[in-house]
């Protein structure tokens, strides 16, 4: 069976909601809200409160806002590993990202 021509191609999605952060020198997409049961959740992500995660840089880019954050992921494929930079609880963590698309929306796993 052949894919018809106008098919849409599933696009990576992170699972999280996010607004720009300016803490000190640290600029990045503070993440405000997780999708319940999504995987970055489950990769440990931290949101709200008072020292959420700061996504700063994806695969060496810089991310300073959501749309930036949403721009990067969505030029990525499915299957593909993504490096994470993540400002967490005062220190610097990277994680990988493998995007996929999973029935019902797209998600993507964060580990550590």
């Known amino acids: 069976m052949k894919t018809p021509a106008d098919a849409v191609q599933p696009a990576p999605w992170l699972g999280l909601g996010g607004a720009p952060a300016d803490s000190g020198n640290v600029k990045g ?17 931290k949101a709200g409160g008072e020292t959420p995660d700061v996504i700063v840089a994806v ?5 300073e806002t959501p749309e930036q954050l949403a721009d990067v992921i969505a030029k990525r494929g499915i299957g593909q590993t ?22 019902g929306g797209q998600l993507a796993l964060f580990h550590e």
């Open 29 to 45: 997409v503070r993440v405000v809200g997780i999708a319940p049961g999504s995987p970055a959740e489950k990769g440990g992500l």
């Open 59 to 63: 695969d060496g880019q810089p991310v």
């Open 82 to 103: 993504v490096k994470l930079l993540v400002f967490s609880q005062g220190k610097f963590r990277e994680g990988q990202s493998i995007l996929f698309w999973h029935t």
